[in-house]
């Protein structure tokens, strides 16, 4: 799979609201992602941005756009299989 090079400190100066609250990292520093921080919402929010982006600007964006999509099914997945489960235990408690 082709992988798109980018700049990250610029994306976020390009695509962060700038309230003086942005913190980059120093040139030869790696920023650091954590997952929990990141709610499903801001991942749809991202992956509609992305689709306009895509559209507009073609397959160059396609990568990063594949991958939200891969998050958000995988959330969908787990999301479902929680409430079969919760079902299941529902089903099975009324048994007993």
Known sequence: MPTLDWNVRECIMKCSPNN?????????????????????????HAYE?????????????????????KEIEEHRSRSKLLKIAKNITLSTDNIT
């Open 20 to 44: 003086g609250n942005n913190k980059l990292p120093k040139e030869n520093e790696q920023m650091q992602f954590s997952k929990s921080n990141i709610m499903f919402e801001d991942i749809v």
């Open 49 to 69: 941005l992305l689709a306009s982006i895509v559209t507009e600007h073609g397959g160059r964006f396609l990568p990063i756009f594949e991958r939200l999509h």
